[in-house]
């Protein structure tokens, strides 16, 4: 590792324990890449090589843009909960497991356990995630109680709470993967302030694929 290189290293180290434990606190929701595991509705499609390696080469890119960010603090919250030792995931990146139960029991794990602050939990397959994107949810947690990220098929690429001066469970009786998922949520947080930041897509079928561009496209056979 080179001089530059080092002082980068040590930089951001020193940032990570100068944002923990009060600062805003990113969570990254992923699965270990694990052929016929990931994005199997895409693999339907493109087949179970194309789209496990669409997920590898997504998540990394998306590792490598947000975790370093100054913003916040990052945790990668890995499936299987055996999964936090494997060597497939960055050494820099914390890491906690995503415990057991439907999605949203999984995303609502880390609103209870992570120490004080916002928190917003993104997954590893929008494409499209930009560190703007996420400054702006936490900005819209300074005005309010939560923050969803729509996506164009009707469910959400981030949810974010402030988690005081409580914390409420927001997904009792949500069916995922369909067109009203986010407005089922919404409707279970009718007395929570909640806003709407940027809307993005996420990558489920060979259509979606192809809308985000063949940027894509190239980095997955470049892999």
């Known amino acids: ?61 998306l590792l490598m843009r947000l975790a370093r960010q100054p913003f916040w603090t990052t945790h990668l919250a890995v499936s299987p909960d055996t999964g936090i030792t494997s060597p497939v995931w960055p050494r820099h990146v914390r890491r906690i497991p995503q415990g057991g139960g439907d999605l949203g029991v999984r995303m609502h794990q880390p609103m209870r356990t992570l120490p004080p602050g916002p928190v917003c939990v993104v997954g590893t397959d929008i494409p499209a995630i930009r560190v703007a994107d996420v400054r702006r949810a936490f900005r819209a947690l300074g005005r309010c109680d939560a923050v969803f990220g729509p996506a164009d098929d009707g469910g959400f690429w981030l949810v974010g709470m402030r988690r005081r001066p409580r914390l409420v469970f927001p997904y009792d009786g949500v069916r995922w993967s369909r067109s009203d998922t986010l407005a089922a949520v919404e409707t279970n947080l009718s007395d929570v302030r909640f806003e709407r930041t940027s809307r993005l897509s996420d990558v489920d079928n060979r259509a979606d694929l192809v809308r985000c561009g063949s940027a894509i496209g190239r980095l997955i056979q470049s892999d």
Not at 1 to 12: G, S
Not at 19 to 25: E, I, Q, T, Y
Not at 44 to 61: C, I, P
Request: net charge positive; hydrophobic share 40%; charged share 30%.
């Open 1 to 61: 590792m080179n001089r530059k290189r080092l002082f980068r290293e040590r930089a951001w180290r020193s940032r990570q324990r100068q944002a923990a434990p009060f600062g805003c606190h990113l969570v990254i929701m992923a699965k270990l890449p694990i052929a016929g595991r990931v994005k199997t509705r895409l693999a339907r499609e493109v087949g179970t090589v194309e789209a496990t390696r669409f997920y590898r080469v997504t998540g990394r890119l």
